[in-house]
């Protein structure tokens, strides 16, 4: 979803009592009680734009982690070598 260039998934939770924002590296997640109506978002995202935009930057000076070559298993006192092979899936042609 999208408002005023703020690019969001919203999720409904039966559990949540209150709005929830969360700014991660798959972008804003809005998290809402099942009984909230959704034309109160712009007023919540607008209340909270700077907080949000301000997270955003914040994330995005983060590098992302590293897949890992070599395993250390020390429980078992040996290191495993990993391998990575694509597969095919939405994004790819098979």
């Known amino acids: 979803m999208r408002w005023e260039g703020i690019e969001y998934s919203l999720r409904v939770s039966h559990r949540a009592k209150r709005v929830i924002l969360k700014v991660g590296v798959n972008g804003l997640e809005v ?4 009984w909230f ?3 109160r978002l712009p007023e ?3 209340a909270h734009r700077d907080w949000i935009e301000k997270e955003s930057q914040r994330v995005k000076e983060f590098p992302s982690p ?3 070559e070599c395993v250390n298993l020390n429980a078992i006192d040996e290191n495993w070598q990993v391998n990575y092979q694509p597969q095919p ?3 790819s042609k098979a």
């Open 31 to 34: 998290v809402v009680p099942r």
């Open 66 to 68: 590293a897949a890992p």
């Open 37 to 39: 109506s959704k034309r």
């Open 44 to 46: 919540i995202l607008e």
């Open 89 to 91: 899936g939405p994004a």
